[in-house]
């Protein structure tokens, strides 16, 4: 059982009509659980995100994909390499559209259907727009989203082929809000933005629910955050199961912004910055004006956390850390949450013998960055590949002549032969090597320009 009032004046608002804001004062508003009436009440049903039914706002709808129930892997490898005993990873990319925002899309679909709207509006840059359009397109309601200049391509993929209507509207996410807030007025839309549907923030609780069943408690929660929804979700799910009885204490949070743009952290640390140009390639957690930052702040404080900045750099060792590491392909906003324990651990503010869990919101495969990244690594692997092959024959040639075959056996057959003689053939066209015949085989031999080439390279190993 759960009552909806205003965060600012704490009035009780009906739930039905959908609201979002207090008619009174303006300010957001939130559920409350009635835990009284919630004392006996224990966890039904298979390990999936509706086994928490009794711990969400009612639904008549129960709308499902199959989101919730996500693993929790012990980072064996990881954990070795910062001094840990235990670490895990709560791996939300294992949900339907491959991050923590099904959740959300599940409950607020449900909503929809339960109030009868056809359409809905949402301002999103990135897990909640391709979340929400996926679960709208199951279910036959229009989903109209606002996003910023910034996204993901590969989230804005998800949302095209769910065949939602897109608009672009700002810079960040944070004007995209104001213009999805307006049109839900103008339209009579169903307003789902996370940054302003309560619903938002009891489903993403069931993570902390799904943590504490899977595992206990941890000493420390690791979370990465743009608008502060998803620190603030974590440590109200375990707040609650600490009233209900269920746990015995509450893990420390730990809110992750980036560098780039860390309004929560400077807020956290009482750091004033103006007109400061925002910036990071972890576009899921950029986000300038956070409406949930009090929120966010709320649930590290009360919690005894922190609220720590990192760099973009460390952001992206961080993915690929947890990728050879663990087999984890995370998303930039997720990969910043083992940036920061990595500097924790240097500091000496985590122990060894604690345990910590960080949240991996979405799949690596939805950022462009990363991805170009790694394809611009891969074409330099292959072309460094195909040059030291050539200059391993050109140096093997140019020592005594010899034929296709021998060099092959020479390279140890680590390629076919069909592709040493078009190493061979390059060489000749590029005017490297020349060829005779003798005994019946094709001999190279380096020429002038060639011995060149290899002087050259020579050189240029000293600088390297």
Known sequence: MSILRCIGCGKIIEPFPSQYRCPGCGSLLEYKAEYEKLKDTGFVGDFTFWRYRSLLPEVKNLVTMQEGGTPLYRAKRLAQQMGLTELYLKDETRNPTNSFRDRSSALIVSNILDLGFTAAVCATNGNMGASLSAYCAKYGISCHLIIPKLVDMGKLAQMLVYDAAIEEHGETVDKAIKRAERLAEETGWYQATPELNPLVTEAQKTIAFEVAEQLGVPDWFIISTGSGGIVYSAWKGFTELFELGKIDKVPRIVG?????????????????????????????????????????????????????????????????????????????????????????????????????????????????????????????????????????????????????????????????????????????????????????????????????????????????
């Not at 080439?453 to 390297?464: P, T």
């Open 256 to 464: 992750v912004q980036a560098e780039g743009c860390s309004p929560i952290v400077e807020a956290y640390l009482g750091i004033q910055k103006r007109h400061a140009k925002h910036s990071t390639h972890a576009i899921g957690i950029l986000v300038t004006k956070p409406l949930q930052k009090e929120l966010a702040l709320t649930a590290i404080r009360k919690s005894e956390g922190l609220a720590v900045s990192i760099s973009d750099q460390e952001i992206f060792s961080a993915e690929q850390e947890i990728a050879k590491l663990e087999g984890l392909f995370a998303e930039p906003a997720s990969s910043g949450t083992i940036a920061a324990l990595k500097r924790l651990r240097q500091e000496s503010v985590i122990d060894k013998d604690e345990a910590v869990v960080c949240l991996i919101t979405g799949s690596g495969l939805k950022a462009t960055d990363v991805l170009q990244a790694l394809s611009k690594r891969r074409k330099t692997a292959i072309v460094g590949a195909e040059f030291s092959t050539k200059e391993k024959l050109l140096r093997v040639i140019d020592k005594r002549d010899a034929y296709g075959y021998e060099l092959w056996k020479q390279l140890g057959k680590s390629m076919t032969r069909a592709a040493i003689y078009q190493h061979l053939n390059d060489l000749s066209k590029r005017g490297l090597v020349t060829s005779y015949r003798k005994g019946g085989r094709n001999y190279f031999r380096t020429v002038e320009r060639g011995r060149r080439v290899l002087r050259a390279i020579d050189e240029l190993k000293i600088l390297l």
